[in-house]
């Protein structure tokens, strides 16, 4: 008895000392899993800001608990496959989502998704929260987001920004900048972010609003130019670059990424595997989240399902009124 009470000791303060919110139920679970290997499907082509911090969170769950976590792109109707190959999997915890906040707003813009996001899945934990940079071609005779709202107005249609995705974080942010500023220019959908960047950097499309890891080395390598970022503080890896509000006041938003589960995923499975992102994020992966323009999520699964429901309120208004549909 004293060696248990002893376990426990340790094992709390161990947690504590780590950070780690809302994930006392682990100390309590006897789940064996995993024991063989889990499976990240990621629903968009790799390549993309969410390819690389979902490849980067697998190592680290593969590190942590010995068992191999694979990424599975699956792309295709705008991450709907991959995220219905999932709504569809076995709730055993060795097939999961690994998905951007495009999961949660997708279905807004469509009259009838494969999958309803709350009733379908089972939220897991928030990995990270993603400023967007609002980068365009370096050819542009602007450099900051008044010199692009006197262009725009000033030729309006002549501008063209990319959107990854219908209804992703980066088309919301795009559709509430150009509202914002009563501008005129014509939105592109692409298939993923890396074509899309490769059309900016090329100059077929003017302009590609997406989290900043995704521009990142195309600006410190001069091949385009970031004119702002979409949070409501400067970011430390982009100190030079000022925030859209400090040129639209209120304007703020986020892109986020996030672990789901199959509808019914076990308690204890859920709450292990919280505890183990939870976990990675106080460890290195956090050091590498900050120096690509992150913001380092974690949290409990309470925490996660309720900022999830107050951002698709927020997503499901932009989308409204700004009367985004998927074609």
Avoid: C
């Amino acid at each position: 008895m004293k060696r248990q009470s002893f376990f426990k000791i340790a094992l709390a303060t161990a947690l504590a000392t780590l950070g780690l919110q809302g994930i006392s139920a682990y100390a309590q679970t006897t789940s064996a899993w995993p024991n063989r290997t889990v499976k990240f499907i990621i629903p968009f082509p790799p390549g993309g800001t969410l390819d690389t911090v979902g490849r980067m969170l697998a190592q680290k769950l593969s590190e942590q608990t010995g068992q191999s976590f694979v990424v599975e792109n699956k792309p295709g109707g705008n991450g709907f496959i991959g995220g219905d190959a999932v709504a569809k999997a076995s709730a055993d915890g060795y097939t999961l989502l690994f998905n951007a906040s495009t999961f949660t707003t997708a279905p807004m813009t469509v009259k009838a998704p494969p999958y309803d996001v709350v009733r379908d899945f089972s939220p897991v934990a928030l990995v990270a929260k993603a400023p967007l940079s609002v980068a365009v071609n370096k050819n542009l005779p602007f450099n900051d987001i008044k010199g692009l709202v006197a262009y725009a107005k000033a030729n309006p249609g002549k501008l063209s920004f990319a959107i990854g995705s219908t209804g992703s974080a980066g088309h919301l942010s795009t559709e509430l900048l150009r509202r914002s500023a009563k501008l005129d220019f014509l939105i592109v959908p692409y298939k993923g972010t890396a074509p899309a960047f490769q059309d900016l950097i090329g100059g077929q499309i003017s302009g590609f609003v997406d989290p900043i890891l995704g521009s990142f080395n195309y600006y410190k390598q001069g091949m385009l130019k970031v004119l702002a970022v979409t949070s409501s503080n400067r970011v430390s890896t982009l100190a030079e670059v000022p925030t859209v509000a400090e040129s639209l006041a209120g304007y703020e938003f986020y892109s986020w990424y996030a672990v789901w589960g199959p509808t019914k995923l076990p308690a204890d499975i859920a709450q292990k595997l919280n505890f183990e992102i939870n976990k990675a994020l106080a460890g290195e992966m956090r050091e590498k989240l900050i120096g690509n323009g992150l913001l380092v999520g974690g949290g409990s699964i309470d925490d996660f399902a309720k900022f999830q429901k107050n951002d698709m309120a927020q997503s499901q208004k932009i989308i409204t009124e700004g009367g985004i549909r998927a074609e």
